[in-house]
């Protein structure tokens, strides 16, 4: 089973960047589609972003469009989140997760597995 680790979390400033980092410790993640969603305590997960390993299709949540960037690193094994003009509000916990990949697309956290334990995102004003 794959095993995540999220990291790059910290307190920034708003309108800085930040880039979080997901690798697996496991198997590729070339039989998962993977995701990120926001786990703020005492509050259901929210969808982010997800990329689909296979075919690089990327999905995103509308409030990120445009700011917010999936990407992935085969020879790594290892999923990023490229977080530009921070604001107040994106302060959360980030965490990724994995869902098989016959569910492509989904954005539900139902639908997904396996989650990483989380990094935290303060930003500022």
């Known amino acids: 089973q794959v095993q995540l680790v999220e990291s790059g979390g910290g307190m920034v400033q708003a309108g800085v960047s930040l880039r979080l980092s997901c690798a697996s410790s496991g198997p590729t993640f070339s039989s998962y589609f993977m995701g990120w969603f926001l786990q703020a305590p005492g509050k259901e997960r929210e969808f982010v972003a997800a990329?689909?390993?296979?075919?690089?299709?990327?999905y995103y949540a509308d409030s990120v469009k445009g700011r917010f960037t999936i990407s992935r690193d085969s020879a790594k094994n290892t999923i990023y989140l490229q977080m530009n003009s921070l604001n107040a509000e994106n302060t959360d916990v980030y965490c990724c997760a994995a869902a098989a990949r016959s569910r492509r697309g989904t954005t539900r956290s139902t639908d997904f597995d396996t989650w990483g334990q989380g990094t935290q995102v303060t930003v500022s004003s």
């Open positions: 990329e689909s390993w296979s075919s690089g299709s990327t």
